[in-house]
């Protein structure tokens, strides 16, 4: 049985909610948890990964480990659940990330909205410039005439 309260989640979320679930860690960490492990977890599971990232420690510690499982459970998940970003079953103690989520991880990607990071801009952009060089050094009409630079 999900915690939702029926509000509406079919409409965007709005800046400050946002801005309010990234400012949280372990929002963030349970968020990109749920990604990597295919978009559902039991609590129990979601809590180990969020501690481990949160100590560099495998396992973390048993009373880490503890203090985040309750904080998901008490705090983090029915709020993520209210907001449509994953359905919490308090029931099966299981987390489903929700298709919405795609809007809160848009601004936790280092990819641009348009799939190019920097670097690939980069190396495009490099590899443009040897094209161009090596044309030139060939003798490439239209290119040619620039000749090659000088080092």
């Known amino acids: 049985m999900s915690m939702a309260?029926?509000?509406?989640?079919?409409?965007?979320?709005?800046?400050?909610?946002v801005h309010d679930i990234l400012r949280n860690d372990r929002r963030r960490?349970?968020?990109?948890?749920?990604r990597e492990q295919g978009g559902s977890?039991?609590?129990r599971d979601l809590s180990e990964?969020?501690?481990?990232?949160?100590?560099g420690e495998h396992p973390a510690?048993?009373?880490?480990?503890?203090s985040v499982y309750v904080s998901l459970h008490q705090t983090h998940l029915p709020k993520l659940d209210e907001l449509g970003i994953v359905e919490y079953?308090?029931?099966?103690?299981a987390v489903?990330?929700?298709d919405r989520a795609a809007e809160v991880t848009t601004y936790t990607e280092v990819v641009p909205r348009y799939g190019i990071t920097?670097?690939?801009?980069?190396?495009?952009?490099?590899?443009?410039g040897f094209g161009t060089v090596l044309a030139a050094s060939l003798g490439t009409p239209l290119l040619g005439v620039i000749g090659t630079p000088v080092v």
Not at 123 to 128: P, Q
Request: proline share 2%; with cysteine.
């Open 96 to 98: 489903h990330l929700r």
């Open 5 to 17: 309260t029926g509000r509406e989640t079919d409409g965007t979320l709005e800046a400050s909610e």
């Open 29 to 34: 960490l349970s968020i990109k948890c749920l």
């Open 89 to 93: 079953d308090t029931d099966e103690k």
């Open 118 to 128: 920097w670097a690939e801009y980069y190396l495009v952009l490099g590899m443009l």
């Open 61 to 66: 510690p048993r009373d880490k480990r503890r």
């Open 49 to 55: 990964e969020v501690a481990t990232l949160e100590t």
């Open 41 to 43: 977890l039991s609590v």
